[in-house]
Nanobody
Framework: QVQLVESGGGLVQAGGSLRLSCAAS????????MGWFRQAPGKEREFVAA????????YYADSVKDRFTISKESAKNTVYLQMNSLKPEDTAVYYC????????????????WGQGTQVTVSS
């Protein structure tokens, strides 16, 4: 069973920053790429960022490229999402997940999601 706990969300003004954290079980952290998704009200969940398990390569949605940074801290089995220059359209519930890739698309192969963490960006 995948165990992931997200934290770090909150309310921030446009242009501000937040850092999200996701604590993962050791087995998942070592064996899978890790990623972040988000879901805004009335919209489908969408891919945000991923870090490949084998070489640490990072991937980003075009909408967050150059503003968000995904990173991992192996000693803590934790993956982070540093979000800078936040915009109101970044408002969403953010979820982390173990991820896999088909072609250029990242997805959650386990299908289950944690509780997520709410990010609200005011204008």
């Amino acid at each position: 069973q995948v165990q992931l706990v997200e934290s770090g969300g909150g309310l921030v003004q446009a242009g501000g920053s937040l850092r999200l954290s996701c604590a993962a079980s050791g087995r998942i952290f070592i064996n899978y790429s890790m990623g972040w998704f988000r879901q805004a009200p009335g919209k489908e969940r969408e891919f945000v960022a991923a870090s490949a398990w084998n070489n640490g390569s990072t991937y980003y949605a075009d909408s967050v490229k150059d503003r968000f940074t995904i990173s991992k801290e192996s000693a803590k089995n934790t993956v982070y999402l540093q979000m800078n220059s936040l915009k109101p359209e970044d408002t969403a519930v953010y979820y982390c997940a173990a991820v896999s890739k088909i072609g250029s698309d990242w997805y959650n192969p386990f299908g289950s999601w944690g509780q997520g963490t709410q990010v609200t960006v005011s204008s």
